[in-house]
């Protein structure tokens, strides 16, 4: 089973700038697609970017394209998400999460992280 363990988060003004990395435990990280997910305080659980297992494709949610962008080092067993011009809806527990099938099938996402907080103020 793949544990994900996330990093990164932190407190940071609006505008400003976090980079997360969600490391793997397995070598059989390299198959498959990965993504990331948030969670606000008193709201669902939202996708963020995925990326698949090859880097050819990513996507994005529209809140956060054109600032975010996803990313992976296979030979490291990491993903990472960059995090630019943050802004205070940004503020969440950030999870990433490995998919066993397409990274567009969002209930095939199966192995989560613990999570990590960002904070965005105002």
């Known amino acids: 089973q793949e544990q994900l363990i996330e990093s990164g988060g932190g407190l940071v003004q609006a505008g400003g700038s976090l980079r997360l990395s969600c490391a793997a435990s397995q070598r059989t990280f390299s198959s498959y697609g990965m993504g990331w997910f948030r969670q606000a305080p008193g709201k669902e659980r939202e996708f963020v970017a995925a990326?698949?297992?090859?880097?050819?494709?990513?996507f994005y949610a529209d809140s956060v394209k054109g600032r975010f962008t996803i990313s992976r080092n296979n030979a490291k067993n990491t993903v990472y998400l960059q995090m630019n011009s943050l802004k205070p809806e940004d503020t969440a527990v950030y999870y990433c999460s490995a998919t066993i099938g397409g990274i567009y099938s969002m209930n095939e996402y199966v192995y989560w992280g613990q999570g990590t907080q960002v904070t965005v103020s105002s």
């Open positions: 990326i698949a297992w090859n880097t050819v494709y990513t």
